[in-house]
């Protein structure tokens, strides 16, 4: 049941009407979400196995925007209020789409992000989600003020949209993705392996063979929650082990990542929406793999790698090469390597759309401050680049 007095209400020129509440006061929101994914084309992140989740480790406080065509609910979102700091001297009051402000919670990664939205109405429930917020963010009644609205892990097609409600748009972050094509290579007739470069290709069949040496080499998918959880806490330790050792904290130094990924597993194991594969040769354990699996999508969304001094090894090929084959001979219609540009990415899939963080801005004067000093910052870091090549090519000269 949804509270009588939503925060804020608008109605759209296309018949879209749109209204805030708070997430407690929207009892049937679990079943209000999963009865829009049936009408949604979205990836596992927009899903409510994942939300739901993320709402309840984050205890509830969101904001619930709902987008409505007639009575049917056409759009839903979730989102934070969030004061956040920068260069000592600026405090921004921001609206987050999906996402808490918080870096040690947003360790999560959120991909893929945006508004639920029923494939009928599409774009348009997008754009009148937007101008819907734009026209609450003045209207202090609503307790919906913001300076900027942060849309992080939102695809490349997304930016248009923002640009489109004439707000200043600042793009703090841009990531490429890589993914393979699994409908693609069935209709090509040829394996997989026949879709990467030649290098990669002779890695992949030399490592297999020396793996084969230590005995069968398989990826194993953990059948019972019980079952991931033992996966689970060895991938950590793979894991951290290896960032450690590079200096770097690793995924589980932040205790919200592990505790949110652990009810993950156990809400959507027994439901197949996530996996744990577990590769091996013999006993010998290889690497595991974490995966969202929705419709056919397969997000490869963490590893823990077992790293060799024989550099010929390839722990990350190997273990990403059989979770590929599996879900090739399963029927799914992409691996997703998400967002980074790790080399192995590149190797073993094709360009996806590139990940995005925007972050819509009211007219503030701070704000339109910081962006003339962001830009005088780049126009001096090119300046400088430009005069070091300069430098350079004399030198050679």
């Given amino acids: 049941m949804i509270g009588a007095r939503p925060e804020s209400a608008s109605r759209s020129p296309l018949g879209l009407s749109f209204s805030l509440h708070r997430a407690h006061e929207v009892g049937n929101l679990g079943a209000l979400w999963r009865g829009l994914e049936t009408r949604a084309d979205a990836s596992f992140y927009l899903s409510w196995d994942w939300m739901g989740r993320w709402l309840a480790e984050i205890g509830g406080d969101a904001r619930v925007l709902i987008g409505r065509l007639g009575s049917e609910v056409v759009a839903l979102g979730l989102l934070r209020d969030a004061t956040l700091r920068r260069h000592g001297w600026l405090t921004v009051k921001a609206l987050m789409l999906h996402q808490v402000g918080d870096p040690d919670i947003d360790v999560i990664t959120m991909e893929y992000n945006g508004f639920l939205v029923d494939r009928a109405v599409g774009e348009a429930a997008t754009r009148g989600a937007l101008e819907f917020l734009k026209r609450s963010a003045g209207d202090g009644a609503s307790g919906a003020d913001w300076d900027e609205l942060h849309l992080g892990g939102v695809a490349d097609s997304f930016e248009p949209l923002a640009r489109d409600t004439g707000m200043a748009l600042w793009v703090q972050s841009r990531a490429p993705s890589w993914s393979v094509d699994l409908e693609a290579i069935r209709r090509s007739g040829r394996g997989y392996l026949a879709h990467v470069g030649a290098s990669t290709r002779y890695q992949i069949r030399r490592a297999l063979r020396l793996y084969e040496a230590r005995g069968p080499v398989a990826a194993t998918r953990a059948a019972t929650v019980p079952d991931a959880m033992r996966f689970y806490a060895e991938m950590r330790d793979l894991h951290q082990r290896y960032w450690v050792a590079r200096g770097e904290p690793g995924s589980y130094a932040f205790p919200f990542y592990e505790k949110f990924h652990r009810g993950l597993l156990a809400d959507c194991l027994p439901r197949g929406t996530v996996e744990l594969l577990r590769v091996a040769a013999g006993e010998t354990v290889i690497g595991y793999v974490y995966n969202l699996v929705y419709r056919g999508w397969v997000c490869a969304y963490h ?95």
């Fill in 303 to 397: 590893t823990g790698l077992a790293y060799d001094a024989d550099p010929r090894l390839k722990p990350g090929l190997v273990s990403h090469y059989l979770a590929i084959e599996r879900h090739l001979a399963e029927g799914a219609r992409v691996y997703d390597f998400l967002a980074g540009d790790n080399r192995y990415k590149a190797n073993l899939g094709t360009p996806g759309p590139a990940m995005l963080h925007l972050a819509l801005q009211r007219p503030r004067a701070k704000l339109q401050a910081e962006s003339v000093l962001r830009r005088v910052k780049a126009s001096l870091r090119s300046f400088a680049g430009d005069a070091a090549a300069k430098e350079e090519r004399g030198t050679a000269g």
